[in-house]
């Protein structure tokens, strides 16, 4: 039938290794830097909440190291034709950990009554695509979409659309459940106790539909908030774990009886990029000249080696290498360092130096978290005129000052664009994504044919004809330059060498996991 | 030489150094985390900035905002201080409450505010903390007031027909020379371990130096090398000790009739 394409992937790679090699038993303790509050990971995106819940739930797909969606609670997919039906099989078999059956109806309602109202990203994300999601008997169900939406299945891993039980959830307040303290999931651990600001204990879930696993009989999440106790306590033995480790603790890890783990991705996160976003409504950022002599006169192998310590890449395109399919090598690789072309070019800009050596003096807007990329920037800047005030402010202050009131020059974002450009590079560059949404098109930037080709490419199914129109794009955007892409910055995480098979890059982070001695 | 005499004298050589050679504006990049050496005797930071420069320059911004914060508290404090000890029953009961007011005041959560609603400037930090240092001085100064106003030459000058100008220029103020520069000095360590303690939780002026800043920067990569987070931390405990040293009443000789 070559007028009718189906994509239809099965079960493959998950159940195929039989687990039997590696021992069973032990406890794991892994830190998180804060109290995640209650366990309901669909009406929240906090990270403490995250790092937990993720043993305790599924997604229906779950994503590999390189983003790929896997079977999960959905054992198949059928994406229809048109693109706007996708039809997931249900594994049959899986149980509650109250002993209940898991059925489409949890899906239907997870999504209806907490997912789309109340999880941030999948409220943004996802509900603005799907039109319905209608049960088809007890172990298929369908979801109906406004337009194609090729990026929906990277959007359904147990981070960001966890499935909760509807026989918990259907008809109840979701914010006030009881359920959201003592969790009933699908995951590989099941909840046991919460000490509120100390540890959160889940044990072996003895029915987990995948068998074997998981290996570790315990699981214990302690609340270290700070980053240096946590690496004192992954170095004492107290800690066996750490998530998310920063990069100069990290380069004092190495060798010292712990394994560390590079990877793009983390729960509620990947491909992050550090960028730096032109307020172009504004006269001096909005000048192509100044744009371009900072993309000339930054040093960018510099930030990765001294502010990123080497965990990560230079960033090579406005869409992050681990999207291969997607990502246009060599597209900045016009813009190396030349900081006597950067000065040219600022001359040209019609911003002379004044009589104290200064052209301009910018601010620039970020988390206390970055101080140290903007220390950075302001070293590099100084050389051509440039002079930098830092103002640095908390999430929702940023929210309100960047995107709301546009009361700046410069940000500092580490923009995370996730497994497909869908995810997180179109609200950066999309003209309808300008506006009081937070981490949106910071720049401002309005470029009709660019919008041309990322709606293009959101309407294909195929990977390679989205890719043509997402890179053409990119050409646009490193001639543009309404942001510059710094540097692509990995999480590492470090594990006690006593362990092995964590998988720091999903939230389901100890489903294989396993201690050998 | 007294200690007190060599700490002022030692005080005052570091922050002249501090004014003269500290560069302004951004430290060149030098390789980064070197040790020590004769190219850069305190080493250099992640950044590849020299520690020395970055100490002198934290200095720098380290006295604008102790020194700011002392003008501020000492002018405050000597108004309310006198004022309260010679004024009316009523201006005192008045001033010396509104001193513990202020004094309740928790200045880390006025400092987040302050940073909130008009920047973390350091000129703003050093405001905020002359206009809450205040009572301190102004209780001391009140107290060593009253003293003074029942000496019998006080009671004298009053009988004379002495204005209370003339009476608090005359008679005060140089008495209260010893007890005020003793208070200063207090007000001025207090303000530059503030200050650091402020830059340490991130609070601190971003676009000044600050050792509080650097020795946070310090711990994030402690395990790179001790000098990035040893000198500035050191810098401090040598600042407020000296201050507190030279801040010190004058030793009496043993035989000063009591």
Redesign the interface.
Known sequence: MPSRRLACLLAATLLAAPAAAQPRGGTAVIAVAGDPGHLNPAISTAGPLHAVAGSLFNGLVALDEAGTPQPDLAEGWIVAPDGLAVTFRLRPGVRWHDGRPFTAEDVQVGFDRLLLRHHARARAGLAPAIAAIETEGPLAVTFRLRRPHPALLRQLDVSEAPILPAHLFAGTDPVTNPANLRPVGTGPFRFDSHRRDDQVVLLRNADYFRPGLPRLDRLVFRIIPDANTQVNALLAGEVDMLARVAPPDAARLRGRGVTLTETRSAAGGSNCVMTLGFNLDRAVPGNAGLREALARGLDRQRMLDQVAFGQGRVAEAPIASGIAWAHQPGALATWSPDVADANRRLDAAELPRGGDGLRASLDIVHFPAFARWSEILRQQLAPLGIALRARMMDPAALAQTVFARRDFDLTLVSYCNGTDPEIGVRRMVHSAAIGNVPFSNAAGYRNAEVDAMFDRAASLQEDAARGAAYRAAQAILARDLPYLWLVETDFTAAWRDSFADFAPWTGQVAERAWRSR | MTARRLAVLLLLAFYAACLVFAPA?????HA?LLPPSLAHPLGTD????DMLLALLQAGRSSLLVAGVTTAVALVLGLGAGVGAAIGPPLLDEVLMRLAEIVASLPVLLLAVLVA?LF??SAWNLALLLGLTRWPLLARILRAETQALLAREYLRAAWALGATPGHVALRHLVPNLAAPLLAGAGIVFGGAVLAEAALAFV?LGD??AGSWGRMVA?G??????GWWVWLWPAAMLVLVSGLVAVAAAPPEQPASTPR
């Open positions: 504006g951004a430290l060149p990049a980064a992640e950044l590849g900035r909130a920047g973390g991130g971003p676009d920067q711990f994030a990569v402690m395990g790179l």
